[in-house]
């Protein structure tokens, strides 16, 4: 099936969290943007809200035979066919912090597996595509990932060192110390960045659900990248909290087989 069909739709809807997030970002330039605290102690706006339902509107549109499941509003029926995962604002510390790098999500899984995503970053006019069986583009542009093998020349991302799960932090430390530079706090933009060559390695634990990556996956594996979970698993609508996303093969199996033997270690 060619899922290039659905992307007018996902376009539409990245369009529609563009022009607000920016219409917002510049209406708080010298404002406190006002959030409350969720039951997962993350924080949440009514813009966050109002994207997502602007989103919600545009699928149900056009597909309304299609299940949404959203960071905000949550879903129905995980198991449909076809099922919208949606994140208005990943990166909403970010977002409320006033750092640009904050983005949208919107993916679409056949049967539980990510085959479009959208990595939406509207302050800097900037959005990602992925659709299974299709070269991933950047604002139209064919992107691939950087040719790196081995961790110790790799530049490392985590979007949040925080929620690491008990289990992996002695291997998430240690491949800290493994790869040759790292960076912190991107969120998705970190993400995009791997697809197009400027990061070798992202690695996540604790905090990730799938709003935070089913997009992810058909943008980074059109730029020729690989990602999985921890186990080396690869994501699907039901897949746990850990994510591991790297340039090559050669790196992601090194990084997995890294996390492996220090986790059995522990």
């Known amino acids: 099936m060619d899922y290039s069909i659905f992307?007018?739709?996902?376009?539409m809807a990245a369009d529609r969290a563009r022009h607000i997030l920016n219409e917002h970002r510049l209406n708080f330039r010298y404002q406190h943007i006002l959030f409350e605290t969720k039951d997962d102690e993350s924080p949440v706006t009514e813009i966050d809200q109002y994207v997502e339902r602007e989103i919600r509107k545009i699928i149900e549109k056009f597909h309304p035979d299609h299940d949404i499941l959203g960071e905000e509003y949550g879903g129905?029926?995980?198991?449909?066919?076809?099922?919208?995962?949606?994140?208005?604002?990943?990166?909403?510390k970010q977002f409320i912090s006033?750092?640009?790098?904050?983005?949208?999500?919107?993916?679409?899984?056949?049967?539980?597996?990510p085959v479009l995503g959208i990595i939406e970053h509207p302050a800097v006019s900037e959005r990602w595509v992925g659709v299974k069986g299709h070269k991933s583009t950047l604002?139209?542009?064919?992107i691939s990932t950087r040719n790196c093998t081995t961790l110790e020349a790799a530049l490392m991302s985590s979007s949040n060192t925080?929620?690491?799960?008990?289990?992996?932090?002695?291997?998430?430390?240690?491949?800290?110390?493994?790869?040759?530079?790292?960076?912190?706090g991107?969120?998705?933009y970190a993400y995009a960045c791997l697809a197009t060559g400027k990061i070798d390695l992202s690695i996540d634990s604790g905090g990730m659900r799938e709003v935070d990556y089913c997009a992810l996956v058909p943008v980074i594996e059109g730029a020729g990248g690989i990602i999985s979970d921890w186990e080396g698993e690869p994501l699907t609508i039901n897949s746990g909290k850990t994510v591991v996303a790297a340039a090559t093969k050669e790196l992601h199996e090194q990084a997995i087989r890294f996390l492996k033997q220090h986790k059995a270690e522990q």
């Open 139 to 142: 604002n139209g542009h064919e």
């Open 76 to 92: 129905e029926n995980h198991q449909a066919e076809f099922v919208w995962v949606i994140d208005p604002i990943d990166g909403t």
């Open 7 to 11: 992307l007018d739709t996902a376009h």
């Open 98 to 113: 006033g750092f640009p790098t904050f983005g949208t999500l919107i993916a679409l899984c056949h049967n539980g597996v």
């Open 162 to 184: 925080e929620p690491v799960l008990a289990e992996h932090r002695t291997g998430y430390q240690n491949i800290i110390s493994k790869t040759k530079w790292r960076v912190y």
């Open 186 to 188: 991107a969120a998705c």
